[in-house]
């Protein structure tokens, strides 16, 4: 496989020909959204502290939830357990977890390139879900660098979500898995 034996993600900013025959399944047609630098983040829910995974235990600890609780249905949980924190090291990325009364409920990653902090890999709990806690943890990602914009490709159930946190919709992205 082209990716190397890994999963990997196709996106363009504009329409693609059918790439299912390419091995490719097509994921939708996710909002780019954009949010300036600077703001006030959200108030935490009571008892949701928002961490910084550091160690190697956290690392397989936010792979695990964020397979548990992405909302692409399809998607092999065990392709997120594939990752080490090498390979997110070798990234750049930074991932943080929310813990709800200890227990982790919520991921997203950021890495900063371009001028920018790319929000990736948000998940939350669908039991916690609507109470504020995905923003939490997005907040934090999205201000990995305070002074930089941040930038990600929504789900549409998440883009309420990201428009409370500033984000504005740019435009529409194709999105394909592949090596899944």
């Given at each position: 496989a082209a990716s190397g034996g890994m999963p990997y993600v196709v996106w363009s900013p504009f329409p693609t020909p059918d790439m299912a025959s390419r091995g490719?399944?097509?994921?939708?047609?996710?909002?780019?959204?954009?949010?300036?630098?600077?703001?006030?983040?959200p108030s935490l829910p009571e008892g949701l502290e928002v961490v910084e995974v550091s160690d190697d235990a956290g690392h397989a600890d936010f792979w695990r939830a964020c397979g548990e609780f992405f909302p692409f249905d399809?998607?092999?949980l065990e392709v997120f357990a594939s990752y080490s924190d090498t390979r997110?090291?070798?990234?750049g990325w930074r991932l943080w977890v929310g813990r709800l009364d200890g227990e982790i409920v919520s991921t997203a990653t950021s890495y900063t390139d371009s001028g920018t902090n790319q929000v990736e890999m948000v998940s939350t709990s669908p039991q916690v879900r609507g109470r504020g806690i995905g923003a939490a943890v997005t907040w934090a990602a999205s201000t990995a660098d305070p002074d930089l914009p941040a930038v990600l490709v929504s789900s549409?159930?998440?883009?309420?979500?990201?428009e409370r946190l500033g984000y504005v919709s740019l435009s529409r992205w194709t999105l394909w898995y592949g090596g899944l």
């Open positions: 490719l399944r097509l994921c939708g047609h996710p909002p780019f959204m954009y949010r300036a630098a600077g703001g006030e983040g399809g998607i092999d997110v090291d070798d990234f549409d159930m998440g883009r309420g979500v990201y």
